[in-house]
């Protein structure tokens, strides 16, 4: 049955986003692949039941002689390539552009070796990610059916009556959210009160059904220094 222990990180759209920057980034310390990581079920089943829906558009012949498991055991799974850039917009919480290129499929970003948290200021993260270069698709089909999903794994507080924190092992679908604002803007997050842990720990999940493949990455997001502010680590 598909994967049983489906694993995965962020992903939104292909070529680079981002402002431009006269330092040369930094390449940030990948600590964990992709293959450490690991999705609840109800998570697992979104995933299959966003997958049958796209081979059922996209091959009408097969979908009336398969049934749905029958199409799920046949279903490959494929590594999408990402990289995250974290670039400043204070100088204060890191000093120069980031850069971390990680393994096909994803990994883990550990914030608290890169961020100084104990200084206030501004960054943006962005995600730049690619079906690699053997794959041939639609770009434009591409951008309409990737999804991407946020498992949370920060808990809830409040600065200032202001909620930080996404909650303890929920998902989400931010799909819109990254059409509209981070493609083409990135992630504006501040590491004032440590609210870019309470906002970025957690999975992000990219998915890209196409016919008997689905390609994948995830990217988590994590802080071992600040343990009390996660769910889990």
């Known amino acids: 049955m598909f994967i049983k222990t489906l694993i995965i ?3 939104f759209i292909i070529t ?37 829906e796209s081979f059922k558009t996209k091959d009408t ?64 993260v962005f995600f730049d990610i690619s079906l690699g ?24 507080r409040y600065i200032k009556k202001i909620k930080l ?6 998902y989400h679908d931010v799909t819109q959210f990254f059409n509209k604002t981070v493609h083409a803007e990135g992630l504006l997050v501040d590491s004032e009160n440590l609210s870019h842990v309470s906002t970025l720990a957690g999975q992000f999940v990219f998915v890209f059904p196409n016919l008997e493949d689905l390609h994948l990455a995830v990217i988590k997001f994590t802080d071992s220094q600040n343990r009390n502010l996660l769910c889990r680590i």
């Open 16 to 52: 680079s986003y981002g402002v431009c920057s006269s330092a040369k980034p930094i390449e940030g310390k990948i600590f964990e692949s992709y293959k450490n990581l690991s999705l609840p079920k109800s998570m697992i089943k979104t995933i299959e039941t966003l997958y049958l």
């Open 165 to 170: 924190g996404s909650g303890c092992y929920s």
């Open 61 to 124: 012949v097969r979908v009336r002689e398969q049934s749905d498991a029958e199409i799920l055991v046949k279903l490959k799974r494929k590594s999408l390539k990402t990289t995250i850039r974290f670039v400043p917009v204070d100088k204060a919480p890191l000093s120069d552009p980031i850069r971390f290129n990680l393994p096909l499929g994803g990994g883990v970003i550990q914030l608290g070796e890169h961020i100084n948290s104990k200084v206030s200021g501004r960054f943006k």
């Open 9 to 11: 990180v962020s992903i």
């Open 133 to 156: 270069e053997k794959v041939s698709v639609d770009v434009e089909d591409f951008k309409k059916n990737m999804r991407v999903y946020f498992l949370g794994n920060s808990k809830k």
